[in-house]
Nanobody
């Protein structure tokens, strides 16, 4: 069983930055996909960014140029650097790890005030 623990969420003013971390309880395999999703109240969960290997990166159009996903396999951790935050980025952010099964973290709240 893989456990994912997110941290780094919080309250920030528009234009500010936050860095989310997600640490897995087991060794992560570099070519298994990992990603960040978010879910705002009343909306469906959506992909924010994903990483597979070291160069296969994908971003939602709404965060391109503002968010950066990265990975430290030695620490079994992925990160999401979020810059120029907007009120519409407010959501619960979830970490996902894919392998034979899909695993989710418990989520971390990000609130951006205007």
């Amino acid at each position: 069983q893989v456990q994912l623990v997110e941290s780094g969420g919080g309250l920030v003013q528009a234009g500010g930055s936050l860095r989310l971390s997600c640490t897995a309880s087991v060794r992560i395999f570099n070519f298994n996909p990992m990603g960040w999703y978010r879910q705002a109240p009343g909306k469906q969960r959506e992909l924010v960014a994903s990483i597979r290997g070291t160069t296969d990166l994908n971003y939602a159009d709404s965060v391109k140029g503002r968010f950066i996903i990265s990975k430290d396999t030695a620490k079994n951790t992925i990160y999401l650097q979020m810059n120029s935050l907007k009120p519409e980025d407010t959501a619960v952010y979830y970490c996902q790890y894919g392998g034979l099964k899909i695993y989710w973290g418990q989520g971390t709240q990000v609130t951006v005030s205007s």
